[in-house]
């Protein structure tokens, strides 16, 4: 599976920001996709996830209340500074226990190339 990132950039505070993953390959493989964010320096960050089957969601606390994730991609609103940083994609092929298993990056097979998303006034 490949997955190709977009629409990461420049936007101001309380602005919206939407991030798409293009799958391509094996997708039919494909069981969760999830959205991780990272800090240099820090470690990698849950953001939200979506069953790739039934579209079941989870969300991070730093995405809950203002973003909405699905196949097509990830949409976050209202956002703050804090949210600077480099968003990931990742799918998994993996038939593991209960949705939140797949909370842990470690789950995840395939990983987009990351899409900066920069967040000042």
């Known amino acids: 599976v490949q997955l190709v990132e977009s629409g990461g950039g420049l936007v101001r505070p309380g602005e919206s920001l939407r991030l798409s993953c293009a799958a391509s390959g094996r997708t039919e493989d494909i069981t969760t996709m999830g959205w991780f964010r990272q800090v240099p320096g820090t470690e990698r960050e849950f953001v939200a996830l979506v069953n790739w089957r039934d579209g079941a969601t989870i969300y991070g606390y730093v995405a809950k209340f203002r973003s909405i994730v699905s196949r097509d991609g990830l949409t976050m609103n209202s956002l703050k500074p804090d949210d600077t940083a480099v968003y990931y994609c990742?799918?998994?092929?993996?038939?593991?226990?209960?949705?939140?298993?797949?909370?842990?990056?470690?789950?995840?097979?395939?990983w987009g190339q990351g899409a900066q998303v920069t967040v000042s006034s």
């Open positions: 990742a799918v998994s092929t993996r038939h593991l226990g209960g949705l939140h298993t797949y909370v842990d990056e470690n789950a995840y097979d395939y």
